[in-house]
């Protein structure tokens, strides 16, 4: 389950999505996350998954790495779902003691499973498609005015990126210690809840020692190439909008437009 977690990670391509301004997909993601929770009623929703479908087509990802992406979110959603199923009133189709299954349920536990698939989905994709040196130069320039008022946005920006790229790495790090310790007869897939907690600790301390050894690591080499912060410091590559960028700033504002009135001229599901 953990190798299959797949946020954080950047797929290298040449299309539409990877060429964009990182502060373009950035921004877009914002209005993208706006507009999935926007929707009340399945055409609103239903556009939200057009836009997404032909997001992943620009893109060019694997659809393997999509699926990858939302498969350890399953467990969340069924509990969602199964909480919406049995407590939402209405037209009662079944019931067995205190649990009743209502038509209502059943349409709300569907309409919030898809906009949590629609989210995750959606907001794979910018790391999918962003380096982690373009995803920090975004957050820099989006939060540039904030120097004003003496806040350090380069080493927040920094910090942040730092925190996002390491997530594949310390999930990976995390199977093999799991792994390593199941080999010496560790046993963490039966007993009760407290024997599991503690079964968890021969893996969470490694995992914090090596953790503590990276980021020193980490530190040394940053040093060693003389960063001491965004004071001062130049860029390569400098980004620039295009035509292509605004096109798509207008089709984010279109969507939220458009299902906002949805909203007001259907009915709603929940």
């Known amino acids: 389950m953990l190798t299959d977690v797949t946020f954080g990670q950047y797929y290298p391509g040449r299309s539409l999505l990877h060429r964009l301004d990182p502060r373009t997909k950035l921004l877009m993601t914002l209005l993208y996350v706006v507009a999935v929770f ?19 087509l620009l893109s060019r990802l694997p659809f393997r790495l999509t699926l990858r ?7 969340i959603i069924v509990i969602t779902s199964l ?9 009662v189709l079944w019931s067995w003691g205190f649990l009743h299954i209502t038509a209502q349920g ?13 989210l ?7 790391t999918y498609t962003t380096t982690p040196t373009m995803l920090t130069d975004a957050i820099e320039r989006l939060l540039s005015p904030l120097k004003k008022l ?26 093999i210690i799991m792994s390593a ?23 969470l301390i490694p995992l914090f020692v090596s953790s503590f050894r990276r980021a020193y690591d ?13 004071e001062g410091r130049t860029r390569m590559k400098q980004p620039h909008l295009h035509a292509r960028d605004l096109l798509c700033f207008l089709t984010g504002a279109a969507l939220i437009a458009g299902t906002i009135c949805l909203n007001v001229f259907l009915p709603a599901v929940i």
């Open 150 to 175: 003496r806040l350090p946005v380069h080493e927040l920006a920094m910090m942040m990126t730092i925190a996002l790229r390491f997530i594949p790495t310390l999930i990976e790090e995390t199977d």
């Open 120 to 126: 995750v989905a959606g907001s794979a994709l910018l």
């Open 83 to 91: 909480i919406n199923i049995f407590y939402v009133d209405g037209t």
């Open 38 to 56: 926007v929707p009340r009623n399945w055409f609103g929703l239903g556009a939200v998954v057009a836009f997404l479908a032909l997001t992943l």
């Open 181 to 203: 310790q199941k080999a010496r007869g560790a046993d963490m897939e039966s007993g009760g809840l407290l024997q599991r907690i503690r079964a968890l600790l021969p893996v």
């Open 106 to 118: 059943l349409a709300t536990a569907a309409f919030i499973s898809v906009r949590i698939l629609c």
């Open 218 to 230: 980490l530190a040394t080499a940053m040093e060693c190439r003389c960063y001491h912060g965004g």
């Open 69 to 75: 992406s939302l498969k350890p979110i399953w467990p």
